[in-house]
T-cell receptor, first 114, second 114 residues
Framework: DQQVKQNSPSLSVQEGRISILNCDYT??????FLWYKKYPAEGPTFLIS?????DKNEDGRFTVFLNKSAKHLSLHIVPSQPGDSAVYFC?????????????FGTGTRLKVLA | EAGVAQSPRYKIIEKRQSVAFWCNPI?????LYWYQQILGQGPKLLIQ????????DSQLPKDRFSAERLKGVDSTLKIQPAKLEDSAVYLC????????????FGPGTRLTVT
């Protein structure tokens, strides 16, 4: 049961253009969403997050949009740069047993072409 | 601030052998996570510690996997005996759980079981 889905395994974008990475979820109990970036041979690093009570969060070139009714979020990168080439994971947080846990999507490999 | 440390970075063993991974989280982080990431998939939570207590080990194959976090600081994850399907990257992460929901990941240990 994949509660967090990233249906596009890969995406190629020209440098300077917009990159849009999508993520869908099924569990209404998720209350916080995070995006992580992963380079080869490194662990994931936190990029940006959004609370379920908001619909947009922006940090420099990165913006995350949340459509709660559609259970969909997206990460926009504008403008895209070659250094953004990495695997991007969407993660969702839910409270459980006095703490919280995270469910990760399968990732989208972004390639920004120079 | 030092990041999450993991060792070894790479390990190759034969099936039915045993292996152990070590993780030292960021100082002061109460919550520690072990994830398994199989090629082409997102990280899957194996076990979560709050200080030195286990709060979630529902996806840990307890017949072969074990983990401990003595003194609420560093942690070890052991596999005994290993199977071919255990080939994956094992990621350790920590979080303070106080001011944000970010997880900080170590570089991971790539395990190959032959």
């Amino acid at each position: 049961d994949q509660q967090v889905k990233q249906n596009s395994p890969s995406l190629s974008v020209q440098e300077g253009r917009i990159s849009i990475l999508n993520c869908d979820y099924t569990n209404s109990m998720f209350d916080y969403f995070l995006w992580y970036k992963k380079y080869p041979a490194e662990g994931p690093t936190f990029l940006i997050s959004i609370s379920s009570i908001k619909d947009k969060n922006e940090d420099g070139r990165f913006t995350v949009f949340l459509n709660k009714s559609a259970k969909h979020l997206s990460l926009h990168i504008v403008p895209s740069q070659p250094g953004d080439s990495a695997v991007y994971f969407c993660a969702a947080k839910m409270a459980t047993s006095g703490t919280y846990k995270y469910i990760f999507g399968t990732g989208t490999r972004l390639k920004v072409l120079a | 601030e030092a990041g999450v440390a993991q060792s070894p970075r790479y390990k190759i063993i034969e099936k039915r052998q045993s292996v152990a991974f070590w993780c030292n989280p960021i100082s002061g982080h109460a919550t520690l996570y072990w994830y398994q990431q199989i090629l082409g998939q997102g990280p899957k939570l194996l076990i979560q510690f709050q200080n030195n207590g286990v709060v979630d080990d529902s996806q840990l194959p307890k017949d072969r996997f074990s983990a401990e976090r003595l003194k609420g600081v560093d942690s070890t994850l052991k596999i005994q005996p290993a199977k071919l399907e255990d080939s994956a990257v094992y990621l350790c992460a920590s979080s303070s759980g106080v001011s944000s929901y970010e997880q900080y990941f170590g570089p991971g240990t790539r395990l190959t079981v032959t």
